[in-house]
């Protein structure tokens, strides 16, 4: 689907600089001085439009959130999403996640969300992907001991290509849902994206994976 072009994001990022940051890689190892309480730090790897990271601040106000999205025609709607909330723990990014070492230091981040991410079907594109072993090198190096990844998708082939990339990375498979709503699990926070394919009789795939020490 092709993005819309709004040649007035640019300003709005800037004017919303309470949400969206605008030095980031300033911020690299002291992430939780942008907020009041020093929490653990989650963060979410392609946004969206935002109501995951603004419903996650919502229900957790014990952590931190900061949610990335490199489409600037995308993070305008996480931006109103995050001040309707009207939430203190909840930071944007308009930045690309080949970036995360120059982001975040070592042992920085308590947990990573990867909620429908593109899928890049083609195998050319399969470096793309952001279970690819390449970023699950820099969310190795960025992640605590104890960290966890929380992988959310409505595509199959991409849900079982990342538990294969885990499992070679010898990574450690806490939990595999093939169908979360079934599940009926009460602290889901959904998506649009999972709003839209469930609500189409879609299932929705959920699986939790950390590293091993």
Same mark, same amino acid.
């Given at each position: 689907?092709?993005?819309?072009?709004?040649?007035?994001?640019?300003?709005?990022?800037?004017? !919303?600089?309470?949400?969206?940051?605008? !030095?980031?890689?300033?911020?690299?190892?002291?992430? =939780?001085?942008?907020?009041?309480?020093?929490?653990?730090?989650?963060?979410?790897?392609?946004?969206?439009?935002?109501?995951?990271?603004?419903?996650?601040?919502?229900?957790?106000?014990?952590? !931190?959130?900061?949610?990335?999205?490199?489409?600037?025609?995308?993070?305008? @709607?996480?931006?109103?999403?995050?001040?309707?909330?009207?939430?203190? =723990?909840?930071?944007?990014? =308009?930045?690309?996640?080949?970036?995360?070492?120059?982001?975040?230091?070592?042992?920085?981040?308590?947990?990573?969300?990867?909620?429908?991410?593109?899928?890049?079907?083609?195998?050319?594109?399969?470096?793309?992907?952001?279970?690819?072993?390449?970023?699950?090198?820099?969310?190795?190096?960025?992640?605590?001991?104890?960290?966890?990844?929380?992988?959310?998708?409505? =595509?199959?082939?991409?849900?079982?290509?990342?538990?294969? @990339?885990? @499992?070679?990375?010898?990574?450690?498979?806490?939990?595999?849902?093939?169908?979360?709503?079934?599940?009926?699990?009460?602290?889901?926070?959904?998506?649009?994206?999972?709003?839209?394919? @469930?609500?189409?009789?879609?299932?929705?795939?959920?699986?939790?994976?950390?590293?091993?020490?």
């Amino acid at each position: 689907m092709r993005l819309r072009h709004k040649p007035w994001a640019d300003d709005y990022l800037k004017e !919303n600089d309470d949400i969206v940051v605008q !030095n980031p890689f300033e911020l690299k190892g002291k992430w =939780n001085s942008l907020f009041s309480e020093d929490q653990p730090l989650h963060i979410e790897i392609g946004t969206g439009k935002g109501q995951f990271i603004a419903g996650m601040a919502t229900q957790h106000s014990e952590i !931190n959130f900061i949610g990335m999205e490199r489409a600037k025609s995308i993070i305008v @709607s996480a931006v109103e999403k995050v001040k309707q909330a009207e939430v203190e =723990n909840a930071r944007l990014l =308009n930045e690309n996640a080949k970036d995360l070492r120059d982001l975040f230091a070592e042992n920085e981040v308590d947990k990573i969300y990867l909620n429908f991410s593109d899928p890049w079907p083609k195998t050319k594109h399969e470096k793309r992907r952001l279970t690819y072993h390449t970023f699950l090198q820099q969310y190795k190096g960025i992640l605590k001991a104890d960290g966890e990844i929380v992988l959310k998708t409505d =595509n199959r082939k991409l849900f079982e290509y990342s538990l294969v @990339s885990f @499992s070679k990375f010898g990574m450690v498979l806490d939990e595999v849902l093939l169908d979360l709503h079934g599940y009926h699990d009460p602290e889901n926070v959904q998506t649009e994206y999972e709003e839209k394919f @469930s609500g189409k009789g879609q299932p929705i795939y959920r699986c939790k994976v950390y590293f091993s020490s």
